[in-house]
């Protein structure tokens, strides 16, 4: 099995900054994109960031030039650095690895982490 471990939710004011983790276990051969997913009250789940293991990068409009994502392959980490933080920032984020295989051979999966809370308010 594949377990993503979500890090670094929070309290913060608005105009600060907020760094999450995510680290992927289990038996892994490879991953092809991490990402992060938000889903605020009442709201579907939306994408925020995606990167490739080649280091390609997506970002949702609403958090270009605020938030950054990272990814360490070699520890199966994804990392998202969020700045400037707005009240509408608020969600649960959550990690997700994107056909992961077990195998060389195996057929690939998705995987989510369980999310963590990002709160912005003063």
């Known amino acids: 099995q594949v377990q993503l471990v979500e890090s670094g939710g929070g309290l913060v004011q608005p105009g600060g900054s907020l760094r999450l983790s995510c680290a992927a276990s289990g038996s892994i051969f490879s991953i092809d994109a991490m990402g992060w997913y938000r889903q605020a009250p009442g709201e579907q789940r939306e994408l925020v960031t995606t990167?490739?293991?080649?280091?390609?990068?997506h970002y949702a409009d609403s958090v270009k030039g605020r938030f950054t994502i990272s990814r360490d392959n070699v520890g199966n980490t994804v990392y998202l650095q969020m700045s400037s933080l707005k009240p509408e920032d608020t969600a649960v984020y959550y990690c997700?690895?994107?056909?992961?295989?077990?195998?060389?051979?195996?057929?690939?999966?998705?995987?989510w982490g369980q999310g963590t809370q990002v709160t912005v308010s003063s």
């Open positions: 990167i490739t293991s080649g280091g390609s990068t």
């Open positions: 997700n690895a994107a056909r992961v295989k077990r195998s060389k051979w195996g057929l690939p999966s998705d995987y």
